[in-house]
Every structure is written in C-alpha cells, then in structure tokens.
C-alpha cells in the first residue's frame, strides 16, 4: 500500500488523473440520469429538497463503488470513514458554521445590506406536523448535498491532485494548495447557475470560491471530510431556515434580505466572517489533535 495515498491503487500523476475523471464522470452522469428520469414524478411539498437529492445520493454511492470495484480505493482514502472522531468532527463542523453565519448574519445586518422582513415564517407549511417533516427533510436533504459535494470536490478532487503533483516531484505543501485552489476554483464554476434572491452570479460564485477554500482547508488539516462536511451543513440550513430568503418556500425563524453585488461590503459580510472560520477552523484542529499540522496531507497511514 502507497504511504501517501494509503490505498493500493496507481500513484503515478495518470493514476490519479484517472481516477478524479473517473469518479466526475460516474457523478454527474448519475446525477444527470436520474434526475432526468426522476425530474417528472410528483413529490408531495412536504419533502422539501430532499426528493431532488435521490440522485446525488446514487451519483455518492455509484463513485464509492466505481471506485472501490476499479481502483481498489476505499471510502476511508477519501476520508469517509465513520469512528468517534469522524463524528465529533461533524459536530465541531456544525458548530464552526454556526459560528461563521452568525458573524456573516450579524455583518449584514449591522452594515445595513439587509434586513429582516419576516419572522417565524412557516413557508408553504401551515401546521405543526407538516413543519417538523419539512424541516427533517430540509436537514437530510443538505446533508447529502454536502457529503456529494465535499466528497468530490475534497475528497476526490484534492487528494488525487496531491497524489500526481508529488509523483512528479512537486513538495506536498506545494501540492497541496495548488489542490485546495484549482478545487476551489472548481467548485465556484458549478454555481455559476445557482442564483439566490438578492446576489448577483458574481456574489454567488465568489462565495462559493471561499468556501471550497476554507472547505479544502479543514479537509486537509484532519484528512477527513467530517469537518467540511458538517461546517456545509450547517452553513446551508442556516441559510435557509435560519435567516432563509424572503420567498422561498422552507420555515425559517427569519427572512433575510441579502441585496448586494460585488462592493466593500463584501469584506465585512464575507471576507471577515471567513478569517473568523478559519481561525475557529485552526483552533478546532489544535484542540483535538494537539497541533496544527502543515497543510499537506502528510502523516497518512
């Protein structure tokens, strides 16, 4: 078994190449096909998001296999790996999300670039069972959004991109980076679709950039997807039940107005929030792993 990939699979940068292509391919395809067949069967409003997340769970499970049956690449390479640390660093991800939306949220309130238009909005639900199913669905829904992105993007995407740069010479922290950038990067490309009530495509794909950063950064600090899965999650259902768009659909304890473009305030309502992230990120590491290792996916068994 390689010592920097810990799987027995190919380490050369074509190995690698070749299995990151793989698994985009096998994801989206899956995801294109079931959602094409799935896209006119009737769900019931209740569900919220989570039928539209039938295929990324097909397109998480059709990469795991594809790439276990293939490459004899396990889950755990990828660092999906279920264990009492795997969990608490889903809990701490949860809480350092919370943390970064609420100065995110505090930062656009007190800056005047939104405001609160609604308060305990029920959405589209009008009783207390339909409510709680909403909200249980809402949560499942985001957590395999997550867990489909970060494995791809993180998982995939970064480590594969460490393994063929340092066949070829390239030192790991170098490596490294250059993985958690170009998968950044990436990441930010897939929402130049993803519209939200009040952004611009510019404000959203920028998000989305910072976010894959400080998403790879918490996945190569633990060398597991726990972390940035849970700080997703959270960062997504605060968004939307939290302090969620003014017409949209879910409950939410408030409606938020989110109307800018990109502008200064952007340094206070997102680049500040996610130095904040960061450090909770670093300070997270150093609690439960002693120090704060080099961000080069060193130290693999």
Do not use: K
């Amino acid at each position: 078994m390689n010592p920097l990939t810990r799987i027995g699979a190919d380490p050369s940068t074509v190995g690698a190449a070749m299995r990151a292509t793989v698994a985009f391919v096998v994801y989206f395809a899956i995801l294109l096909g079931i959602g094409l067949a799935l896209g006119e069967v009737p769900t019931p409003n209740v569900l919220t998001n989570l039928p539209d997340q039938v295929p990324t769970l097909c397109s998480v499970g059709a990469v795991v296999f594809v790439l276990a049956r293939t490459f004899d690449t396990s889950p755990a390479a990828y660092g999906l790996r279920m264990n009492r640390r795997w969990l608490g660093d889903l809990l701490g991800g949860i809480v350092v999300g919370i943390l970064f939306q609420a100065v995110s949220t505090a930062a656009i309130l007190g800056t005047g670039v939104g405001t609160i238009v609604d308060r305990w909005s029920t959405g589209v639900f009008d009783d207390p069972v339909t409510i709680i199913i909403a909200l249980g669905a809402t949560v499942v829904a985001f957590s395999i959004v997550a867990l489909g992105e970060d494995l791809l993007f993180r998982g995939v995407l970064v480590r594969e991109f460490v393994v063929g740069l340092s066949s070829r010479g390239i030192s790991r922290v170098a490596a490294t980076g250059s993985a958690v950038v170009v998968s950044a990067l990436l990441f930010g490309s897939i929402h130049l679709n993803a519209g939200a009530a009040g952004l611009s495509t510019p404000v959203v794909v920028l998000q989305a950039v910072v976010g894959g950063l400080y998403f790879g950064l918490a996945y190569v600090l633990t060398d597991s997807l726990a972390l940035p899965v849970g700080i997703h999650l959270s960062t997504n259902l605060w968004a939307t039940v939290v302090f969620g768009q003014p017409d949209s659909g879910y409950p939410a304890a408030f409606r938020l107005t989110r109307p800018f473009d990109l502008g200064p305030e952007l340094v206070v309502t997102l680049l500040l929030p996610a130095g904040i992230l960061v450090a909770a990120v670093l300070l997270w590491v150093r609690v439960t792993r002693g120090e704060i290792p080099e961000m080069s996916l060193d130290g693999l068994e």
